[in-house]
């Protein structure tokens, strides 16, 4: 368990640009003698957490020197990367890949990002620190997306705004759309609100009392889709349009009591691990 038990002081700055990409420069990596920059074969390596061995599981990143004497690997944008947790190592040659630990991290290009139109498979990644120190990437890629925004809490209800990326004609795909709410706990339950689209944003406003009525007690968990009229799959709404890798424990919302058939319930909306929006419907306390 290289996460437990490396320790690791070379550390990588990040500069994330807006098509995606991300730069890694390290400034004090030793590299090993004897050689020169004509015969490096360092690299920057990433590895998938939980992959099997049938899995897209490595990515190796070739170093090169910079103008400052800085060693840099540049991860595209069109890199496909699967969805998942990323460790960052620097290896050189045919040596054990050594954990790294984050530096600066320059993200400015991900806040409020706005992808232009594309029907391409949008590409995100988030650098952060684990719990242990170390660097680890986020990575999202999604086609279509739906991006979630401002979520408003009304009487009993919230109200949902966002934008459609991914797809040749939004409003299109958008017209006569429903969002839908998933009981995870009970497949069968399944509530629907209408949406209202101006172009590629769209609106919902879903109602508490609707996803309580088969409440008897316990969390029952909602995840939010977004249903085409067209009979296409559905797309789940999330949020990864930023620079925050992991919103569960940052994004929180007031809890908000609704009469239901077993008795009064507490309802919030919440981000998930994967910044996937759902609501959470469950006892008071």
Partial sequence: ??????????????????????T???????????????????????MRRGAGPADDAEVRLPL????????????????????????????????????LVPGLHD??????????????PLSVRIPYATK??????????????????????????????????????PAGWLDGAVAEARCRRDRDRVCTAPVTADGATFSFTLDYARLAEGWGGGADLWDLWLRPADGTAPVRLGRILDDIADKKEIFTYPVRTVD?????????????VDNDLSVRVADPD
């Fill in 107 to 120: 993200l400015r290009s991900l806040v409020d990002r706005r992808p232009g139109p594309s029907t391409s």
């Fill in 260 to 272: 239901a058939p077993h008795g009064t319930a507490a309802a919030r909306p919440y981000y998930t």
């Fill in 132 to 169: 242990h120190g170390n660097l680890s990437l986020r990575t999202w890629r999604r086609v279509p997306h739906a991006e979630a925004g401002e979520i408003r809490l009304e009487d009993g209800a919230m109200a949902v705004s966002g934008r459609l990326y991914r797809v040749e004609d």
């Fill in 24 to 46: 890694f420069h390290i400034s004090d990596w030793v590299r090993p003698e004897p050689g020169s920059y004509d015969d490096w074969s360092g690299a920057l390596v990433l």
């Fill in 1 to 22: 368990m290289r996460e437990a038990t490396e320790t690791a002081a070379t550390r990588a700055d990040c500069v994330a640009d807006s098509a995606g990409g991300l």
């Fill in 64 to 99: 090169g020197p910079t103008a400052d004497g800085r060693l840099q690997a540049a991860l595209p944008g069109t890199v496909a990367l699967p969805e998942g947790r990323w460790d960052v190592f620097v290896a050189y040659g045919e040596q054990e890949p050594r954990r």
